[in-house]
Every structure is written in structure tokens, then in C-alpha cells.
């Protein structure tokens, strides 16, 4: 069992940044997979950003430069650095990973909230 500890949500003004960051534990060597997805108010789950342990990373069509982020394999965090957020960033956003034998993990997500 893998377990997800997800930190740095918050509320900002618009144009201010926050920084998220996902560690992972209880058998964190066998994770692939690391990304943030994010699901706002009454909107569905989507993707933030997703790392391979060894491949490319993707970003959501939204993040349109403004996130970057970045994964330390030795701990398995995940961090996400977000500027310039925007109302429309409002979310629950939440930690994922997948294992290479063992399935998908989710963390329990935290709130972001840009205010105008």
C-alpha cells in the first residue's frame, strides 16, 4: 500500500503562486507514475502534470507555462510550482501515482483557492 502525503494548498490572490508538493511511502520504490490531477467545484477530475520515473513529462492544455514540475526519485516527491494562478485554477487538487505491480494510488487532495 502506498500512501500519498499532499501539502501546500491554500488560497492566493489571482496572479500570486503557490507551491504543492506529494510524498510517497509504504512501498514507494515500485512507482512509475507520478502526477497531480486537480477536479473543480461541480467540474470533473483532470490532469495537472504527470511524471514518469524515466520518461517524459505532460502538462495539462491549461498549465500553458505557468506550472512546472518536478520529482526527486530518492524521497518520491512530487512538487508542483504554480504562478500566475487564475480564478479558473480554483480546485481540489490531488496527488496520483501508479505502481508498476500494484495499482493506482490516489492522496486524499488539497484545496487551492484564487480569489479575483
Known amino acids: 500500500q502506498v500512501q500519498l502525503e499532499e501539502s501546500g494548498g491554500g488560497s492566493v490572490q489571482a496572479g500570486g503562486s503557490l507551491t504543492l508538493s506529494c510524498a510517497a511511502s509504504g512501498g514507494a520504490y515500485s512507482i512509475d507514475v507520478m502526477a497531480w490531477y486537480r477536479q473543480p467545484p461541480g467540474g470533473r477530475r483532470e490532469l495537472v502534470a504527470s511524471?514518469?520515473?524515466?520518461?517524459?513529462?505532460r502538462y495539462g492544455d491549461f498549465v500553458k507555462g505557468r506550472f512546472t514540475v518536478s520529482r526527486y526519485n530518492p524521497d518520491n516527491t512530487l512538487t508542483l510550482q504554480m504562478n500566475n494562478l487564475q480564478d479558473d485554477d480554483t480546485a481540489l487538487y490531488f496527488c496520483?501515482?501508479?505502481?508498476?505491480?500494484?495499482?493506482?494510488?490516489w492522496g486524499r487532495g488539497t484545496q487551492v483557492t484564487v480569489s479575483s
Open positions: 511524471m514518469k520515473r524515466m520518461g517524459p513529462t
Open positions: 496520483y501515482v501508479r505502481t508498476y505491480s500494484r495499482g493506482d494510488f
